[in-house]
T-cell receptor, first 114, second 111 residues
Framework: SQTIHQWPATLVQPVGSPLSLECTVE??????LYWYRQAAGRGLQLLFY??????ISSEVPQNLSASRPQDRQFILSSKKLLLSDSGFYLC?????????????FGEGSWLTVV | GDSVTQMEGPVTLSEEAFLTINCTYT??????LFWYVQYPGEGLQLLLK?????DKGSNKGFEATYRKETTSFHLEKGSVQVSDSAVYFC??????????FGPGTRLSVLP
C-alpha cells in the first residue's frame, strides 16, 4: 500500500532563518506531488506541484521554493522566513495514471515563525 | 476558472442531529467531486467521492450525491457523533487539472 510521510511535524523558526520541509511517498512511482499551505482557520492554498523529477510548477509567487530531487521526494524550502509564512503545510500525492482519482495527504507540518 | 463554494460555518449540532453541509461548484466539463475531512491537527483524509452525475458517494454514514442539474454535492449524515467534529472540505477535479478545494466547513458536535 502507498504511504506518505512529511517531517518535521512541528517547528518554530525565527524570522529570517531558513526552512526545509521534506516529504516522501512509498508504494507508488512517478506520482504527482503537491505542497499546500493552510493558514489558521483558512482553506487550502496550493503552493507548488510537480509532475516529475526536477519539474516544479509554482502557483503563487513568494519566498518559498520547492524541489524534487528524486521521484518520490518533495522538499519545500525557504532561504529567509517571514512571519506570514506561519501555517500548516501539507504534502500530497496523486496517481496520475488513474482518471477521477484521489489526492492523498501527509500528516502536515506546523510552522510557527517568531 | 473552476471553483467550489461551501457554507463556511462553523456548524454546531447536538449529538444525533441531522447534518447537511452544502457544496456547489462551477466548472466547465464534468469534474469528479470529493469530500475530505480534517480532524484537529491532522492532514486531510478522503471521506467520499463521486465521478459522474447521479453517483452517490458514501462512507462512515456520510453520503453525497453528484447533482449535475444543480451543480451540487451536498454532504449529509443522519445522526452525527461527537467524533465527527472536524473540518470538511468539498473539492473537484477535472481530468488533466489540479484539485480545487472549497474553503472548508468546521463542524462541532456537542454531547
Amino acid at each position: 500500500s502507498q504511504t506518505i510521510h512529511q517531517w518535521p511535524a512541528t517547528l518554530v523558526q525565527p524570522v529570517g532563518s531558513p526552512l526545509s520541509l521534506e516529504c516522501t511517498v512509498e508504494g507508488t512511482s512517478n506520482p504527482n506531488l503537491y505542497w499546500y499551505r493552510q493558514a489558521a482557520g483558512r482553506g487550502l492554498q496550493l503552493l507548488f506541484y510537480s509532475v516529475g523529477i526536477g519539474q516544479i510548477s509554482s502557483e503563487v509567487p513568494q519566498n518559498l521554493s520547492a524541489s524534487r530531487p528524486q521521484d518520490r521526494q518533495f522538499i519545500l524550502s525557504s532561504k529567509k522566513l517571514l512571519l506570514s509564512d506561519s501555517g500548516f503545510y501539507l504534502c500530497a500525492w496523486r496517481d496520475k495514471e488513474k482518471a477521477g482519482n484521489t489526492i492523498y495527504f501527509g500528516e502536515g507540518s506546523w510552522l510557527t515563525v517568531v | 476558472g473552476d471553483s467550489v463554494t461551501q457554507m463556511e460555518g462553523p456548524v454546531t449540532l447536538s449529538e444525533e442531529a441531522f447534518l447537511t453541509i452544502n457544496c456547489t461548484y462551477t466548472a466547465t466539463g464534468y469534474p469528479s467531486l470529493f469530500w475530505y475531512v480534517q480532524y484537529p491537527g491532522e492532514g486531510l483524509q478522503l471521506l467520499l467521492k463521486a465521478t459522474k452525475a447521479d453517483d452517490k458517494g458514501s462512507n462512515k454514514g456520510f453520503e453525497a450525491t453528484y447533482r449535475k442539474e444543480t451543480t451540487s454535492f451536498h454532504l449529509e449524515k443522519g445522526s452525527v457523533q461527537v467524533s465527527d467534529s472536524a473540518v470538511y472540505f468539498c473539492a473537484l477535479r477535472q481530468d488533466g487539472q489540479n484539485f480545487v478545494f472549497g474553503p472548508g466547513t468546521r463542524l462541532s458536535v456537542l454531547p
